[in-house]
């Protein structure tokens, strides 16, 4: 059973930074990907970015890019969420996904595995 974990969360207040990290158990292949999804009260999860391992390729949500940016590290499996410039519209819980997506890296449903999710609140 793969298990991810999600760590970092926390406050911050507007214009503020925070950095989310995620290790994962899983065997990188040709097609594994992690990637950072977030849900905010009463709305649906929204997809904010994703890497997949093969070639580095990134993915971001034009809501988040040129203050977000997505790194990884190859020997410990983690992947970095450098998050800076934040909204208050940015607090959501902040989740963790990996595992095989042969599609888009966009796409929720494709991922195999989920962390439990990290608090992020911004104050304005």
């Known amino acids: 059973q793969v298990q991810v974990r999600e760590s970092g969360g926390g406050l911050v207040q507007a214009g503020g930074s925070l950095r989310l990290s995620c290790t994962d158990s899983g065997r990188a292949t040709d097609s594994y990907a992690m990637g950072w999804f977030r849900q905010a009260p009463g709305k649906e999860r929204e997809f904010v970015v994703a890497i997949r391992w093969i070639d580095g390729r990134t993915s971001y949500a034009g809501s988040v890019k040129g203050r977000f940016t997505i790194s990884r590290d190859n020997e410990k499996n983690i992947i970095y969420l450098q998050m800076n410039s934040l909204k208050a519209e940015d607090t959501a819980v902040y989740y963790c996904?990996?595992?095989?997506?042969?599609?888009?890296?966009?796409?929720?449903?494709?991922?195999?595995?989920w962390g439990q999710g990290t608090q992020v609140t911004v104050s304005s």
């Open positions: 996904a990996a595992g095989s997506v042969f599609g888009p890296l966009e796409n929720g449903h494709a991922y195999d595995y």
